[in-house]
Every structure is written in C-alpha cells, then in structure tokens.
C-alpha cells in the first residue's frame, strides 16, 4: 500500500502583513490616524435554535420572564455600543445607528441580524459581530428556562461597505434565507 504524500501545509502570513501584529510578534492597537474618514456600514448574523413550543411562545408573548425579542434586541444595542470595551482591539467609534431584526422560521430558528452604521476611519464589522453574539446571548438567557437545549450558531459577518477595501456581501446564492422564515 502506497501512502499519499502529505500535503504542504497553507503558510502562515507573515508577522508584518496582519495590521495588529507588529514585526516581533507582538499585538498592538493599528494607528488609524492617517485613515479618511468615511460612512462606514456593516451587518451581521447569527441564529438561535430552539423547539417549536418556544418559538410559539416567542411569538405570542409567553415567554416566563417576558418580551424575549425586546430584551435581545436592547441588548443587541447595547452590545455594539460597547464593542471597545470587549474585544481588547478595537478603537471606540462614534455609532451612529444600530438595528437589531430578527427572522423567525416557521419550526425552530431566529435569526438575528445587526447592521450598524458610523462615520469614521475604521469600519464596524465587530461591532454588528458583538451585536448578534449579545442579542443571541440575551434571547439564549430569556429562553433557557423553557428550553435548556437551545444553541447559538451561525454568527458572521454579511455584508460591509465604506473604507479603503470598499464594499463587499456573502452571496445570496450561496446562503439563501431558509423557506417559511418571518420577520419580527
């Protein structure tokens, strides 16, 4: 029996191609002082899954410890605001907008989607990211106790626009919105 050889592993890129890691190795806070301010615009997304009996409860206000959507989309909110203070990278940016949607399936998912805005010299990517994973977070606590099984997936980025490397989004073909889901 002939072995395969094994495959050359992908290399690295190197220390002074990643923008927070300087020569050494070391990380460090990217100095954007020089960078243009621009409309800089972002979204995200992420899916909680649960049972269909909670997705009912969702939707008609029977949740035990109240408006789940409303506690999730507040802390979703909150959650881009204060971005800086938890990814230890990341310049505090004046935020101009925030919104939180959530997409209801018609069995067992929400999906939570954040885009958010500002007008600066670096671009709001983590904070729509910390904006799904806290409103994920906040509608995981308000449902756990009806649903100890319930999980967070699925968190990206989808779309962002404004900056020096300009505008891009996911494909809609290749990550369609799921058949049957609702808006809330």
Do not use: N
């Not at 290399?11 to 190795?25: E, F, I």
């Not at 907008?97 to 989607?113: H, N, P, T």
């Not at 729509?128 to 699925?154: C, E, P, Q, R």
């Amino acid at each position: 029996m002939t072995r395969e050889p094994t495959p050359e592993p992908k290399s690295a890129p190197s220390p002074a191609a990643l923008s927070h890691v300087r020569a050494d190795g070391s990380a460090h806070m990217v100095d954007v002082s020089d960078k243009a301010e621009t409309s800089r615009q972002a979204t995200a997304e992420a899916s909680v899954h649960t049972t269909a009996e909670v997705m009912k409860l969702i939707t008609s206000s029977g949740m035990p410890k109240g408006d789940a959507l409303a506690v999730a989309r507040i802390a979703g909110i909150m959650g881009a605001k204060k971005t800086s203070e938890l990814i230890p990278l990341c310049h505090p940016l004046p935020i101009s907008k925030v919104v939180i949607d959530f997409e209801l399936d018609a069995v067992d998912r929400v999906r939570i989607l954040a885009t958010v805005k500002t007008r600066g010299v670096t671009g709001v990517e983590m904070e729509a990211l910390t904006a799904v994973g806290t409103a994920a977070l906040a509608l995981y606590d308000m449902i756990k106790a009806v649903d100890k099984h319930a999980s967070i997936t699925d968190m990206r980025v989808l779309a962002k626009s404004g900056g020096k490397s300009g505008s891009w989004d996911i494909a809609p073909q290749r990550h369609p919105k799921p058949e049957g889901e609702i808006s809330a």
